[in-house]
């Protein structure tokens, strides 16, 4: 919870804190309420047919974290230190819920190494595109956002292509060093 709060809170851009009016205040005060009932992590989801939002809600509410931060943090012009710190923050946050929620599996995924490096190379490239001018003297930085934009959509893509590949070979166990 105190790495959600950090990110909570590092997104409101609290360089700005001393300059904002009460509606600024309030809402600060709402995103730290909403990261004390968002961000611990849920380790065990709860098996739901509930169609209700709310219910829903209650069962993603860490996703729903992590998208408002980075909307939040969308909303804002931090300086690039502070963007780098969201990453950062961000990053160890996700990579923290999902090794969490997955019990030793995720812990062990974690330690090997290769998720911490392609989520750190997935953020630097993001932050690149988000730093990169788009103003109308250099086309250049439309193209890289594009690029950067195409290789996530890919990298999801193929993502989820393995993992459908995986699962639709019935009779063919894993390896020892193939299981999850």
């Known amino acids: 919870m105190i790495l959600g709060l950090a990110l909570a809170l590092a997104v409101t851009d609290p360089t700005k804190i001393a300059n904002r009016d009460p509606v600024g205040w309030l809402l600060d005060v709402a995103v730290l309420v909403g990261a004390i009932w968002a961000a611990p992590v849920i380790a ?14 209650a069962r993603h509410r860490n996703t729903v974290f992590a998208v408002s931060c980075v909307i939040i943090a969308g909303f804002g012009n931090p300086p690039v230190w502070q963007m ?26 974690l330690r090997r190494g290769i998720a911490p490096a392609a989520a750190a190379a997935a953020s630097a490239v993001a932050l690149l595109a988000a730093h990169a001018p788009v103003d109308t003297g250099a086309v250049w930085g439309r193209a890289v956002a594009a690029v950067a934009v195409a290789a996530a959509g890919l990298a999801a893509g193929a993502a989820l292509w393995i993992r459908q590949h995986e699962v639709r070979q019935p009779g063919v166990r894993p390896t020892e060093s193939g299981r999850r």
């Open 44 to 57: 065990q989801r709860p098996a739901s047919t509930a169609v209700h939002w709310t219910g829903q809600l």
């Open 84 to 109: 780098i710190v969201d990453a950062a923050l961000l990053l160890a946050y996700l990579l923290t819920v999902d090794a969490l929620a997955a019990g030793p599996i995720g812990i062990r995924q």
